[in-house]
C-alpha cells in the first residue's frame, strides 16, 4: 500500500543536470567546500583491483543558487530509471506503474530551457 499511496499524481519528475554547466561553475570557483568523511575507491585495469583513500572535503554546487544546472523533466508517475542513447540526444525514462515509455529530444529541451 504504501507504493501505490505514493503514486497518486498523475506525473513525476526526472531531474536532468547540465554537466558542462556544472563544470564551468567549478572552474569559475563557485563551488562551496565542505567538510565531509568520504571513501574516494580507484579501480586499476592493471592490477585488476581497487585502492581507497579516505578524503575530508568536497565541493558542492547548490542548484538553489545556480539556477542554470539542473532541470525537472516532467514524465510518467514513478520513474525509476533514465538513459540516454550513445548519440545523446535521446533521454529515456522508464516506470514500474505506468504502461508507456517516455523519450525526450535533448535538443527540444535545451530549446525550451533557453526559452525561460
Known amino acids: 500500500m ?7 499524481k498523475d506525473k513525476d519528475f526526472i531531474m536532468a543536470v547540465n554537466w558542462k554547466k556544472a563544470e564551468e561553475y567549478l572552474k569559475a570557483g563557485k563551488g562551496i567546500k565542505q567538510t565531509v568523511k568520504y571513501a574516494h575507491n580507484v579501480y586499476s585495469d592493471i592490477t585488476h583491483s581497487a585502492t581507497s583513500e579516505m578524503r575530508t572535503e ?5 542548484a538553489s543558487i545556480l539556477k542554470d544546472i ?3 523533466i ?3 508517475k514513478s520513474p525509476h530509471g533514465c538513459d540516454v542513447d550513445p548519440t545523446g540526444e535521446y533521454i529515456v525514462g522508464s516506470g514500474k506503474l505506468a ?3 517516455p523519450v525526450f529530444s535533448f535538443d527540444k ?7 525561460l
Do not use: G, H, M, R
Open 2 to 8: 504504501l507504493e501505490v499511496n505514493a503514486s497518486q
Open 58 to 62: 568536497v565541493t558542492i554546487l547548490d
Open 70 to 72: 539542473c532541470y525537472f
Open 74 to 76: 516532467p514524465c510518467p
Open 99 to 101: 504502461a508507456l515509455i
Open 109 to 115: 529541451l535545451a530549446i525550451a530551457i533557453k526559452a
